[in-house]
């Protein structure tokens, strides 16, 4: 059955059955392998996207939960691999394997929405179900506070940006 959603800001139709897990569709059907198996039963992490935003596990949820829905992967989450959280991973030298990173990468970016400015605890409460088997986590902290103060950098310095009492 034909099961039509966004992927990375494009409208696309897969032919698969509604009960295929996301992650197939995306990396078998749509060609992004950017997004990785790691347990198949949506505890590590590995897999996770976005969908409206928010931050699920692609290996558990059939493409029929996200028809006519926005789904983000890693490799649309910057045009040219430049989000502030790539960018702040490979200034951390974060990865070593790198077989979670993408996952990672995914869960910090919906958790920044929400918390612009977390504190260690939220990171690591928000962050503790992405498993990293090289226990690169003081670095994943490390890279999401990076980003998270780059971000507030640009809303700050953007032409649009609300003007402050200190500007006043």
Not at 58 to 70: D, F, G, R
Not at 72 to 82: A, D, K, M, V
Not at 105 to 113: E, F, G, R, S, Y
Not at 144 to 164: G, V
Request: hydrophobic content about 35%.
């Amino acid at each position: 059955m034909p099961t039509s959603f966004e992927l990375n800001g494009r409208s696309v139709t897969l032919q698969v059955a509604d009960d295929t897990p996301l992650l197939w569709g995306i990396r078998e059907d749509a060609g992004l392998t950017g997004t990785k198996y790691g347990c198949g039963i949506g505890l590590c992490g590995s897999c996770t996207v976005l969908v409206n935003g928010r931050a699920t596990r692609s290996c558990i949820t059939p493409l029929s939960e996200v028809k006519n829905l926005a789904v983000t992967t890693i490799e649309g989450l910057h045009p040219s691999g430049e989000h502030p959280l790539q960018k702040a991973w490979i200034k951390t030298q974060t990865p070593q394997c790198g077989y979670c990173q993408s996952g990672q990468i995914m869960q910090a970016a919906a958790m920044l929405v929400d918390f612009p400015d977390p504190s260690d605890e939220q990171i690591d409460n928000i962050m503790s179900g992405n498993l990293c088997r090289c226990m690169a986590y003081v670095r994943i902290r490390k890279a999401i506070k990076l980003a998270a103060a780059e971000m507030r950098d640009d809303i700050a310095s953007s032409p649009t940006a609300p003007e402050t009492a200190a500007h006043e």
